[in-house]
């Protein structure tokens, strides 16, 4: 995996912040391959209840981990009782990494 320790609880810390305590977080793509280089940053966030605004609540989670990481390119994907579930989620569930 090549996060640090630090990428980590931070990511962790703003799902906290922004979503709930019940949330969690998982990393899945490029970054889960310690052979390769580069690659954006791939977060699925699965929420236990109802997302409002799920765009807004996305880009909320990119602008503030980004801020607090460094410049970034960094992808937000949420899975919440009330949005569409699709093929992608279930990739990044099954071949994801829980932080």
Request: hydrophobic share 45%; glycine share 6%.
């Amino acid at each position: 995996m090549r996060l640090t320790a630090q990428q980590k609880t931070i990511i962790k810390n703003v799902t906290l912040e922004l979503c709930s305590a019940d949330s969690s977080v998982f990393l899945f793509g490029s970054r889960l391959d310690d052979n390769k280089k580069g690659g954006d940053i791939d977060l699925l966030i699965r929420i236990e209840h109802d997302v409002n605004n799920p765009a807004l609540l996305a880009a909320q989670i990119q602008s503030k981990v980004m801020r607090r990481i460094g410049e970034q390119k960094i992808d937000v994907l949420l899975l919440a009782p009330n949005l569409t579930r699709l093929p992608i989620h279930e990739i990044a569930l099954n071949q994801g990494v829980l932080l």
